[in-house]
């Protein structure tokens, strides 16, 4: 999970590999990647009550990529009239959800698909 997540319960799907461009991951790895993204969007709208989900990759430090040297989708729950990342601030982020309390709530949901028997 994002420790500094724009929404509660926003988290990541990253490779065991580094790699810094798509282009380099195995037709495996990006299959194993899709599978969790697949699977963490229905986390997030069954065990979080999410209405959507936002799916990004920023490919690079020029398209914002926080960590360039090592792909990853950032997975973002979203619900109706939600507040869409604001900002009040000096940069501190509006976030109303205690992150262990969701952190547990969201690895058990990925316990129990017990993704990497299938």
Same mark, same amino acid.
């Given at each position: 999970?994002? =420790?500094?997540?724009?929404?509660?319960?926003?988290?990541?799907? &990253?490779?065991?590999?580094?790699? #810094?461009? &798509?282009?380099? +991951?195995? #037709? #495996?790895? /990006?299959?194993?990647? !899709?599978?969790?993204?697949?699977?963490?969007? *229905? &986390?997030?709208?069954?065990?979080?009550?999410?209405?959507?989900?936002? %799916? *990004?990759?920023? =490919? *690079?430090?020029?398209?914002?990529?926080?960590?360039?040297?090592?792909?990853?989708?950032?997975?973002?729950?979203? /619900?109706?009239? #939600?507040?869409?990342? %604001?900002?009040? &601030?000096?940069?501190?982020?509006?976030?109303?959800? !205690?992150?262990?309390? +969701?952190?547990?709530?969201?690895?058990?949901?990925?316990?129990? +698909?017990? +993704?990497?028997?299938?």
């Amino acid at each position: 999970m994002n =420790l500094y997540p724009y929404s509660p319960g926003a988290f990541m799907v &990253i490779p065991y590999e580094h790699v #810094d461009n &798509i282009e380099c +991951l195995s #037709d #495996d790895t /990006w299959a194993e990647m !899709s599978r969790y993204v697949r699977a963490g969007v *229905g &986390i997030l709208k069954r065990t979080l009550g999410a209405n959507g989900v936002n %799916i *990004g990759m920023n =490919l *690079g430090a020029a398209a914002g990529a926080g960590i360039a040297e090592h792909v990853h989708y950032h997975l973002v729950p979203r /619900w109706q009239r #939600d507040t869409n990342f %604001i900002t009040t &601030i000096a940069n501190v982020r509006v976030n109303g959800v !205690s992150f262990a309390p +969701l952190f547990e709530k969201l690895k058990a949901a990925f316990v129990e +698909l017990n +993704l990497k028997e299938r």
